[in-house]
Structure formats: structure tokens, C-alpha cells
């Protein structure tokens, strides 16, 4: 009833440090993820890209790898099995953008998770769940034949957009709470 704003600005937040990746995806290894998409678009794109791909869990790990090594893209792997959160914050710190490739599926956690480390997002624009937190502060959302475009804009943009700040404005755990005290008449004191 009070929406999938659950975000911590604690467990995930911006680590100063080099960001020797362009872009991250955290995603399970499987199919619905289409990590395919995220691929090809690479594969346009110049091979000084440089992409990190985290799986906490998946069936299709050994095929991802197969599959970036095959068409000769730059992509470093960790997984499965998964690290733990504080982990994942600092590996989305590695990182300049993050992505969400699927299309059917729900993302509103990850979406906001990239953002609460400070990264912009690039999101699938036939993305099921999780649309509503893309902003023109946030991220930007491109179609599968366009990724690689959509990629290449927003690792231009990314310097000037404060996804954090959105975030916690609108969408961290607190905000929940607070609707939730009002659903069911609990006054803040």
C-alpha cells in the first residue's frame, strides 16, 4: 500500500575514489535481466568501455561470460555467489552510470540503489516496474536498438546530475514511513 520506497541512504551511498568503469549491472543471471542488451549495445560502442557485472545469483553466469568473451567486449564479472550489500556499494563506486536492461521485470530497488551511490541510471524504456524513478536528474531510459546510445549520452551527462539528492528528496525508506503514519493516523511526535 505505501509503494516500493525502501531506500537507505546508509547502506548505500558515494564512495570518493577512481571509477575505472563505465557502467554496472547488477542483475541475477538470468534471462529476464537481458543482459543481451546491455552486450550488444557494448559491442557498438568504443572497446575502451569498460563494463562491471554483478550476479548474486543465476543459471546463466558461465553463458554471460562465454557470450561478452565471444563478441570481445570489455567486461569484468563477480558472481555468483553475491557479496554482501556493503560490497555491492562499494562496486556500484567503481562505476560512472548504472544500468537496468530487462523488460519484464520490476526495479525499483536497484534503480534507486544505483542512485542512492550517486550513480545516474540508464534504464530500458520497455521496463516493466520501476520507470517512475527515472527523472531528468536521475537518468535517462532508452530502447534496446538505442542503448548504446543511451550509454554514450549519459556517461556525457553523468558529471552533472545529482541523483542522490532525488532520491532522498522523494523516495528513501523515511518517506515510506511517513505515509504509512498517515494511512493509519499516527501523528510524527
Same mark, same amino acid.
Given at each position: 500500500?505505501?509503494?516500493?520506497? /525502501?531506500?537507505?541512504?546508509?547502506? /548505500?551511498?558515494?564512495?570518493?575514489?577512481?571509477?575505472?568503469? #563505465?557502467?554496472? =549491472?547488477?542483475?541475477?543471471?538470468?534471462?529476464?535481466?537481458? $543482459? #543481451?542488451?546491455?552486450?550488444?549495445?557494448? %559491442?557498438?560502442?568504443?572497446? *575502451?568501455?569498460? %563494463?562491471?557485472?554483478? /550476479?548474486? =545469483?543465476?543459471?546463466?553466469?558461465?553463458?554471460?561470460?562465454?557470450?561478452?568473451?565471444?563478441?570481445?567486449?570489455?567486461?569484468?564479472?563477480?558472481?555468483?555467489?553475491?557479496?554482501?550489500? *556493503?560490497?555491492?556499494? +562499494?562496486?556500484?563506486?567503481?562505476?560512472?552510470?548504472?544500468?537496468?536492461?530487462?523488460?519484464?521485470?520490476?526495479?525499483?530497488?536497484?534503480?534507486?540503489?544505483?542512485?542512492? %551511490?550517486?550513480?545516474?541510471?540508464?534504464?530500458? *524504456?520497455?521496463? +516493466?516496474?520501476?520507470?517512475?524513478?527515472? !527523472?531528468?536528474?536521475?537518468?535517462?531510459?532508452?530502447?534496446? %536498438?538505442? /542503448?548504446?546510445?543511451?550509454?554514450? !549520452?549519459?556517461?556525457?551527462?553523468?558529471? #552533472?546530475?545529482?541523483?542522490?539528492?532525488?532520491? @532522498?528528496?522523494?523516495?528513501?525508506? $523515511? $518517506?515510506?514511513?511517513?505515509?504509512?503514519?498517515?494511512? @493509519?493516523?499516527?501523528?510524527?511526535?
Amino acid at each position: 500500500p505505501i509503494g516500493p520506497e /525502501f531506500a537507505s541512504p546508509n547502506l /548505500f551511498h558515494p564512495i570518493a575514489g577512481p571509477k575505472p568503469y #563505465d557502467v554496472i =549491472y547488477v542483475a541475477a543471471a538470468q534471462s529476464y535481466k537481458r $543482459h #543481451d542488451i546491455l552486450f550488444e549495445a557494448l %559491442a557498438k560502442l568504443p572497446r *575502451s568501455l569498460k %563494463a562491471l557485472c554483478v /550476479f548474486g =545469483y543465476g543459471e546463466l553466469s558461465e553463458d554471460l561470460r562465454r557470450y561478452a568473451n565471444d563478441i570481445k567486449i570489455n567486461v569484468d564479472f563477480i558472481g555468483p555467489p553475491g557479496v554482501a550489500f *556493503s560490497e555491492v556499494n +562499494r562496486l556500484m563506486n567503481l562505476a560512472k552510470i548504472g544500468v537496468v536492461c530487462g523488460v519484464d521485470d520490476g526495479a525499483p530497488a536497484i534503480l534507486t540503489e544505483y542512485m542512492l %551511490a550517486g550513480l545516474p541510471v540508464l534504464a530500458n *524504456s520497455e521496463l +516493466r516496474c520501476g520507470l517512475q524513478y527515472i !527523472t531528468p536528474q536521475t537518468g535517462r531510459v532508452a530502447s534496446a %536498438a538505442q /542503448f548504446h546510445e543511451g550509454i554514450r !549520452t549519459m556517461l556525457e551527462m553523468a558529471p #552533472d546530475l545529482d541523483p542522490r539528492q532525488v532520491v @532522498i528528496d522523494n523516495w528513501t525508506w $523515511h $518517506h515510506s514511513v511517513e505515509k504509512l503514519r498517515k494511512l @493509519i493516523g499516527i501523528s510524527e511526535h
